[in-house]
C-alpha cells in the first residue's frame, strides 16, 4: 500500500466520521464505547505482538526512555483533551459557543504522532504491515465522531465545525508526511517515533481496557469484543 493510499485512508475516516454527526445524527453511544473498547484491545495486540519486538530488536535499553516518554505524552495530552481517546465524553447542556481549543488541539497532537508511527524512517516508506493503520484507523472512527458532537454541543457555526474537522483529518496524513520525509530533525530516527507511539498506545488502551466498569461489574460484551480485537489483531500480523 502506497503512502497517497494510506493519507486518503487516515483523512477519510476522520473527516467522514466527522460529518457522519451531521448527516445522520450520530451521537456517542453504547455501540460507539464498544468500538473504542474494540480499538483498545486491537491496538494493544498490535503493541505487544508486533511494534514492541521491533523497536527491541537489537536490545537498545534506551529506546524503552521514549516508550516512558510516550505514555507521559499522553497522559498530558489528556490532561487537556478530558480522555476523549479513550471514551470519556460529557456533553453540557446548552454549552455557550466557546471552541475546545484545548481539546482539540490535544487530540490533533495525538493524532499527528499516530501518522508518524506508520513510517519507516530508513527507507521513507510505510511499515508494520496494515495492522497499525487498520488499528490507528479503528481508533480514529469514534474520536472524530466525539470531537464532533462535542464542537456541536457548543453551537460552533457550521463553517467552523467543517473547518475543524478538516484539520483534525489532515493531522494524522501531515505527521506521517513530516516522518517520511525528515521534514524536522528530531523525526529522522524511526524507531524513537515508534517509541513514542508505543508508549501513547499503551496508556490509551490499558486505559480503555482496564479502567472500572460502571459497578465495577463483569461486562460480558465488552469481554468478548476484546477477544475479538485481540483475534483480529493476531490474523492481520
Same mark, same amino acid.
Given at each position: 500500500?502506497?503512502?497517497?493510499? &494510506?493519507? $486518503?485512508?487516515?483523512?477519510?475516516?476522520?473527516? %467522514?466520521?466527522?460529518?457522519? &454527526?451531521?448527516?445522520?445524527?450520530? +451521537?456517542?453511544?453504547? +455501540?460507539?464505547?464498544?468500538?473504542?473498547?474494540?480499538?483498545?484491545?486491537?491496538?494493544?495486540?498490535?503493541? %505487544?505482538?508486533?511494534?514492541? =519486538?521491533?523497536?527491541?530488536?537489537?536490545?537498545?535499553?534506551?529506546?524503552?526512555?521514549?516508550?516512558?516518554?510516550?505514555?507521559?505524552?499522553?497522559?498530558? /495530552?489528556?490532561?487537556?483533551?478530558?480522555?476523549?481517546?479513550?471514551?470519556?465524553?460529557?456533553?453540557?447542556?446548552?454549552? /455557550?459557543?466557546?471552541?475546545?481549543?484545548?481539546? !482539540?488541539? @490535544?487530540?490533533?497532537?495525538?493524532? !499527528?504522532?499516530?501518522?508518524?508511527?506508520? %513510517? +519507516?524512517?530508513?527507507?521513507?516508506?510505510?511499515?508494520? @504491515?496494515?495492522? /497499525?493503520?487498520?488499528?490507528?484507523?479503528?481508533?480514529? %472512527?469514534?474520536?472524530?465522531?466525539?470531537?464532533?458532537?462535542?464542537?456541536?454541543?457548543? +453551537?460552533?457555526?457550521?463553517?467552523?465545525?467543517?473547518?475543524?474537522?478538516?484539520?483534525?483529518?489532515? @493531522?494524522? =496524513?501531515?505527521?506521517?508526511? /513530516?516522518?517520511?520525509?525528515?521534514?524536522? =530533525?528530531?523525526?529522522?530516527?524511526?524507531? $524513537?517515533?515508534?517509541?513514542?507511539? &508505543?508508549?501513547? #498506545?499503551?496508556?490509551?488502551?490499558?486505559?480503555?481496557?482496564?479502567?472500572?466498569?460502571?459497578?465495577?461489574? !463483569?461486562?460480558?460484551?465488552? !469481554?468478548?469484543?476484546?477477544?475479538?480485537? #485481540?483475534?483480529?489483531? $493476531?490474523?492481520?500480523?
Amino acid at each position: 500500500m502506497n503512502e497517497l493510499t &494510506v493519507n $486518503i485512508i487516515l483523512f477519510a475516516s476522520a473527516f %467522514v466520521s466527522g460529518l457522519a &454527526v451531521i448527516i445522520f445524527k450520530l +451521537n456517542f453511544s453504547k +455501540n460507539l464505547k464498544l468500538l473504542i473498547s474494540f480499538s483498545g484491545a486491537f491496538i494493544l495486540a498490535i503493541c %505487544v505482538l508486533h511494534l514492541m =519486538p521491533e523497536i527491541f530488536e537489537g536490545y537498545d535499553a534506551k529506546i524503552g526512555l521514549f516508550i516512558l516518554l510516550g505514555f507521559l505524552i499522553q497522559l498530558l /495530552l489528556e490532561f487537556f483533551s478530558g480522555g476523549i481517546e479513550h471514551g470519556h465524553f460529557h456533553s453540557h447542556k446548552k454549552d /455557550l459557543a466557546i471552541f475546545p481549543y484545548a481539546i !482539540f488541539i @490535544s487530540l490533533c497532537l495525538h493524532s !499527528f504522532i499516530e501518522g508518524m508511527a506508520l %513510517v +519507516n524512517g530508513d527507507h521513507n516508506h510505510l511499515d508494520h @504491515s496494515s495492522s /497499525l493503520l487498520i488499528g490507528i484507523v479503528i481508533h480514529k %472512527v469514534p474520536i472524530a465522531i466525539v470531537l464532533s458532537t462535542m464542537i456541536l454541543a457548543k +453551537n460552533i457555526s457550521k463553517i467552523t465545525f467543517i473547518i475543524a474537522i478538516t484539520l483534525f483529518a489532515i @493531522s494524522a =496524513p501531515l505527521g506521517l508526511y /513530516l516522518a517520511g520525509n525528515h521534514i524536522l =530533525p528530531f523525526l529522522e530516527n524511526s524507531r $524513537i517515533i515508534l517509541a513514542l507511539a &508505543v508508549g501513547i #498506545f499503551l496508556h490509551i488502551s490499558t486505559t480503555i481496557l482496564f479502567e472500572s466498569s460502571e459497578g465495577h461489574k !463483569f461486562d460480558l460484551k465488552k !469481554f468478548v469484543i476484546v477477544i475479538l480485537g #485481540f483475534a483480529l489483531a $493476531i490474523f492481520t500480523l
